[in-house]
């Protein structure tokens, strides 16, 4: 199934449905010419005179209809293809093409004339080419002919590029195209058939399918389809699986088919079908409407092979639902990948909050002080930012503000602990804490409490 070979068939007939041959029964004496037209074939608007008991003795269709019945009429051959027909039966010459054999062949299946069948039919069979296959085909599959379709079908893997491109196989009727494929790659239901047009690029007979993809709905096969235009990259058949499918959620999330489709096939039936862009959104509406199968599929894709891109909507998600689990997956994510995921344009909207937390658990830091110092030197200024506003300076943590202001020369936090020092001037200098603070930073911390109480003095 996955070797398309492309080779041509050089034996017998050379390919050409239209070339002639003489073609004649072998009679002694042949059928009188004289006897009395009694019985009409009508075709159409036409219509061929023949003598009922001389095509009686041919055809048991004939021979077993009412002694009254004069005529028979024939709604799917063509008036010459019939009267060659008729012609070759009575024994009379005829200039044969494979079109005109494959007319015989349809007329004496017809009338259940089997010796015509078994003195042609070696004919269709060393006549298959690329050229010929269609007509050939349709013949075969008309009359569920088992050598001849064997013959045709192991053509067509040998042949399948050529014959698919074809304009005739275009034309040729939904059921005997899928039918070749089905045949020629032992192919089971209405999904193996679809996927096997793709893959063998039948485009007509491919379009010919999607276009029933609804129908098919009904018969259960939904989360198959799904499975095909996922693996296929088919967009518009996506589109209106994810349509049929937010109408009919709840039925179809109960299927176990369902929750066994891939994560990008939940991902893409919720994009199209509810207009969610992002993984967070999808999340979300599964976990609150519990659709646990997506749930439990697109957390198992977080912690498997989650790309960097959807680093925030996860985050934002494990925080919002408390998914302790997918917590530490972010943790080690950011570890590991944090440069990447800090270009991300969606890092820069997530909650600083969760970055923060994000930040101090990835690198295990035990105070926040810590966290400041990674995001001044990853210049991730909006978290800085964020932290600084939240601190309140405390005895406690006084010098390690000092040390954390003026190693990165944070103004607000500089004021902060100025503030802090003149209303608490004894308890800071009675902290033997201080003494830990460099010579120089203590100095330059002390001129400019000085010349804060004089500009405000």
């Given at each position: ?20 041959v ?14 009395p ?25 004939i ?16 008036f ?40 042609l ?45 074809s ?109 969610f ?30 790309p ?11 925080w ?73 300076i ?40 201080i ?23």
């Amino acid at each position: 199934m996955d070797d398309f070979r492309d080779e041509s068939d050089e034996d017998g007939y050379d390919g050409c449905e239209n070339q002639t041959v003489e073609l004649v029964r072998s009679c002694a004496d042949g059928f009188p010419e004289h006897l009395p037209l009694d019985f009409k074939i009508i075709v159409g608007d036409n219509h061929l005179m023949v003598n009922k008991q001389q095509l009686a003795t041919v055809s048991p269709l004939i021979h077993n209809s009412p002694p009254h019945q004069k005529h028979i009429e024939v709604t799917d051959l063509s008036f010459e293809a019939v009267k060659t027909a008729i012609d070759f039966c009575f024994y009379r010459k005829i200039t044969a093409t494979t079109k005109t054999v494959i007319g015989i062949l349809q007329f004496a299946h017809e009338f259940g004339i089997d010796i015509i069948n078994d003195e042609l039919i070696n004919w269709p069979l060393s006549s298959i080419t690329n050229d010929t296959f269609c007509l050939i085909w349709q013949y075969a599959f008309d009359t569920r002919h088992e050598v001849l379709i064997e013959a045709c079908a192991d053509h067509f893997r040998q042949n399948v590029r050529e014959i698919v491109n074809s304009a005739a196989f275009d034309n040729l009727e939904l059921q005997s195209a899928g039918y070749v494929l089905v045949v020629a790659y032992n192919l089971n239901g209405f999904l193996e058939t679809l996927q096997c047009a793709f893959r063998c690029n039948a485009k007509s007979l491919t379009a010919k399918l999607e276009n029933m993809i609804e129908d098919q709905f009904l018969a259960d096969e939904f989360c198959s389809i799904v499975q095909y235009a996922t693996n296929c990259d088919r967009v518009q058949q996506m589109k209106t699986c994810a349509n049929y499918f937010s109408l009919h959620l709840d039925k179809i999330a109960e299927l176990d088919e369902f929750g066994r489709l891939p994560p990008k096939a939940i991902i893409l039936l919720f994009k199209f079908g509810f207009s969610f862009t992002r993984l967070y959104l999808t999340l979300t509406f599964a976990i609150e409407n519990n659709v646990v199968a997506a749930t439990r599929i697109l957390e198992k894709y977080i912690f498997e092979s989650c790309p960097i891109e959807n680093f925030c909507d996860i985050a934002l998600y494990a925080w919002k639902h408390k998914r302790e689990a997918i917590k530490t997956k972010c943790y080690s994510m950011f570890r590991q990948k944090h440069a990447e995921i800090e270009q991300h344009p969606q890092f820069g909207t997530l909650e600083k909050l969760i970055v923060v937390e994000i930040i101090k658990r990835a690198f295990s830091y035990g105070t926040y002080w810590q966290v400041l110092e990674y995001t001044n030197e990853n210049k991730l200024d909006s978290v800085t930012k964020f932290i600084e506003f939240k601190i309140t300076i405390y005895l406690i943590n006084f010098c390690a503000a000092l040390k954390y202001a003026y190693a990165f020369e944070r103004a607000d936090i500089k004021g902060k602990c100025a503030k802090f020092y003149v209303d608490n001037r004894n308890a800071v200098e009675r902290n033997a804490v201080i003494y830990a603070i460099a010579d120089e930073i203590w100095g330059n911390f002390t001129k400019s409490v000085v010349a804060m109480n004089r500009n405000y003095g």
